[in-house]
């Protein structure tokens, strides 16, 4: 039995949360999020705890059960807390800022690039180095991330670009100098 996929998931005050089929909805403070889960798993709400269950051992439903548990437990906490993403901007005159609903990056283009937030993801920056992005659909805001960074992502001689907050980047070495005569 996985051991993931069997742990009861608990259901905070003032989240609610509905099984209809192999439809969740989760609504809380911060929004409501619906997902369709495969017909296999079975999803029981009781007593302020959702329940997965797998019909078999079987390979496939094996590994749906505790995706399943971890993607139900996600929309609860995401409409409880949201989820954030923090990017740097490293480089030399590279810097950002926030227009109303737009983002406007200065990367080093020869023109700005302007990003704006979506109906779920909102983009805040506190810095002109800094970028967090949150919402309430986790795989959202790694997405949206993950396309902010791809627009200049981090060379690994200076570092320059965009990158996550606790990312690192593994540096290389320039070109060595030549040998004297």
Do not use: W
């Not at 742990?7 to 369709?36: C, F, N, Q, R, W």
């Amino acid at each position: 039995m996985s051991r993931i996929g069997r742990a009861p998931i608990a259901v905070p005050a003032g989240v609610e949360v509905t099984v209809d089929g192999s439809a969740v909805t989760v609504k809380g403070p911060k929004g409501t999020l619906t997902k369709e889960f495969k017909p296999q798993m079975k999803i029981t709400v009781d007593a302020g705890a959702v329940h997965v269950t797998r019909p078999d051992d079987e390979q496939q439903n094996r590994a749906l059960h505790g995706l399943t548990r971890t993607l139900i437990h996600n929309m609860i906490e995401g409409v409880t807390n949201g989820f954030s993403k923090a990017l740097e901007i490293n480089g030399v005159g590279y810097r950002c800022q926030k227009n109303g609903k737009d983002l406007n990056l200065t990367l080093g283009f020869s023109h700005p690039v302007v990003v704006s937030d979506t109906e779920d993801i909102t983009i805040e920056a506190p810095q002109p180095n800094q970028i967090i992005i949150k919402g309430i659909d986790k795989q959202k805001v790694g997405q949206f991330a993950a396309e902010v960074r791809s627009i200049r992502p981090p060379e690994p001689y200076k570092g320059k670009g965009i990158k996550y907050a606790d990312e690192v980047i593994r540096r290389k070495e320039g070109k060595a100098a030549k040998g004297k005569k």
